[in-house]
């Protein structure tokens, strides 16, 4: 850990807030690299000179020493004026909050702006038309978050802002795309399809179904498993007669009189759950379910997907509606914290 260390400078610069023959021992002043212990102020040949003493780690040190080299060369303004410097700690008469606006607005709207990008780059139809393009996008948000954490690493401790960019813009990268809807599109969709004269292996492509006059359900066979939630199926047949092989399943609520389309489960965690309640069918009523595929059972899936795509779109939008209060409340926080502090 590094020691901290002292340096003692002499700016010939005027201080704003202070007032020649006032004691300003022990005021803080605000310089780019960092807050200063001011020690006294003096007038030397028209001008006042105030001498600072920065205290903390070498690299601060360094920072205010190229600082001031930099503006001795300069004039320090670069015209040969004055330069003023803001007091903090003073008494409250000559106190001026310098609070860095710039950096609130950026930490309020940049995360927001990270958070929704990705979103929509990975939960739309980006994400499936051009998935390069999308987590090109996600890359773009990782570089944001490792270009402010490391500022805020090489920073001074007063440059909070950093830090608090750092975080809120990871929060952002914390969402992950769950859309069945263009998984579906992709598949094949297949009309008129007979359960009794078509295997299971003969659509392993497709995303919806529509089945032939006279297709329903055998509830007579349905069967449900239980591990925690409750897992309905019934086979999905032509007929009253026996089938070779029972390959098509309805699953959950399968109540609709008017149902005689399926659209095919996307859910990976729940497929296998479904698989042992076909396997308990089997058992329970001799019968045989060589490639047993899950559907929903409903009576228009294109109208059913795109109530999907609809809930997705509110979904989206109020969880971006969300974060930006979320992100509003702890910026607002963070105002007031580095405000007590010192150093924004």
Known sequence: MQSNLRSQHEFPVAVKGATSGYDQSGVVFRAPFGPAQLTDVRRDAGKEVFRGEVQGSRRRLKKSEDWLRQREATGFDGKGGQEFLGLSGAPQKHRRLNLNAFAVVVNLLLPWVVFSAICWALSFSL???????????????????????????????????????????????????????????????????????????????????????????????????????????????????????????????????????????????????????????????????????????????????????????????????????MNFFCVSCAVVVFSKLGGY
């Open 127 to 325: 994400h499936y038309k051009a998935p390069l393009v999308a987590w090109g996008v996600v890359a773009v948000g990782l570089a944001i978050v490792a270009a402010s954490a490391r500022m805020a690493l090489r920073a001074d401790s007063s440059e909070k802002w950093h830090s608090f960019f750092t975080v809120a813009t990871l929060a952002a990268l914390s969402r992950t795309h769950t859309s069945a809807v263009y998984d579906l599109n992709n598949m094949n969709s297949y009309p008129a399809v007979n359960p009794a004269g078509h295997k299971g292996q003969q659509l392993m492509d497709a995303g919806r179904i529509f089945f032939s006059e006279g297709t329903g359900l055998d509830l007579k066979k349905a069967m449900s498993f239980k591990d925690s939630d409750t897992y309905c199926v019934a086979p999905i047949t032509l007929g009253q007669d026996q089938m070779a092989s029972y390959d098509y399943w309805a699953i959950g609520r399968y109540n609709n009189g008017h149902a005689r389309a399926g659209l095919r489960l996307m859910s990976d965690d729940q497929r296998p759950f479904f698989r042992l309640a076909v396997q308990q069918a089997e058992a329970a009523y001799n019968i045989r379910a060589e490639h047993p595929m899950f559907f929903h059972w409903v009576q228009d899936p294109v109208a059913l997907m795109a109530s999907w795509t609809e809930a997705a779109t509110r979904f989206m939008l109020m969880s971006s509606f969300c974060f930006f209060v």
